[in-house]
């Protein structure tokens, strides 16, 4: 039986492809390309080009297909748009995802992996943050992807199928061999525009806010290598395989660092002096977003591999520094 990706040509859910065809499973990817890269898509996995809210293009690739799970990557996630067309993720990310359920009730396909996020707790009670802490998220991006945890929920409940829901903190990095990776139009996160400086496509990176109640006044995150998020969305599956309950989990590697530490580090990987610029802050950051991931560690016995910062940017390096421009 196959495994449906849905958004697999997309940064996280191309990595989980890959690594799903390691594991030697068959994979099925739907994906609309509004963001995605058919280049990203893994040899060995079938493609199809749709969108998850045409059901009858689901329902088409259900018949042909033989699918046991879906993973559901397939969502617009720029935070900042999300606040000026909040109705443009309303109905690419919630409507779209409930014409996806239904089609997958119709089909009894019962186990679904589901890329979730930070984003959902919004400003955080405390660090480290655990599944448990309210949520309330600051932007529409947070709230669609919470609203599409609780359709998930009572779909569960009414209809029999079991979700994994996964919160990532901040995703980066690149595939071993550097031939995927992160690749945003327009690109608005830290460290691929950081890798824009050495690449000669920037002059400077902007430092957003030198204020916040920080040991040094930039904000800090949680950065997680998009592969240990790849494998936490294979355990997620093999946990619902094995008849695990619906649940969510946080993934992150439970260590802050600053805007200015992810400037040096990257300073010292490539080797160039990448200028900064300290600036106002940006609307709507927290100052601190760190991961509690302990219960993935017990539950899905999740471990992430790539805990130090110099890796992960000298893999994310790996994968810009051959393809300046993207795919
Ligand atoms: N930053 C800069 N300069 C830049 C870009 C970013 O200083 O040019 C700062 C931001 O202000 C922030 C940090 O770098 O403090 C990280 O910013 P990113 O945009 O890379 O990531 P975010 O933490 O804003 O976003 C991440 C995920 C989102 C998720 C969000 C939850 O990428 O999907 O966490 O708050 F919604």
Redesign the pocket.
Known sequence: MSILVLGGAGYIGSHTVYALCEQGRDVVVIDNLATGHIESVHPKAKFYKGDIGDKEFLNDVFKKENIEAAIHFAAF???GESVEKPLKYYENNLSKTRVLLEAMVENNIDKIVFSS???T??EPERVPIMESDRTEP??P??ET?LAMEKMFKWTGKAHGLRYVSLR?????GAYKDGNIGEDHNPE????P??LQVPNGKREF?????ND?PTSDG????DYIHVSDLAQAHILALEYLEKGGESDIFNLGNGVGFS?RE?IETARKVTGHPIPAKE?A??A???AQ?IASSEKAKTVLGWKPCHDSLEEIISSAWNWHKNHPDGF
């Open positions: 996630s720029l935070v996020t930070a984003a707790y919004g600051t932007n991006y947070g992807k990532y903190f901040n995703a980066c608005s996160h830290l460290i525009l950081i990176i902007s430092i957003f806010g916040y930039t904000c800090i995150r805007v992810v600036t802050r940006r709507g950051d927290p977003l």
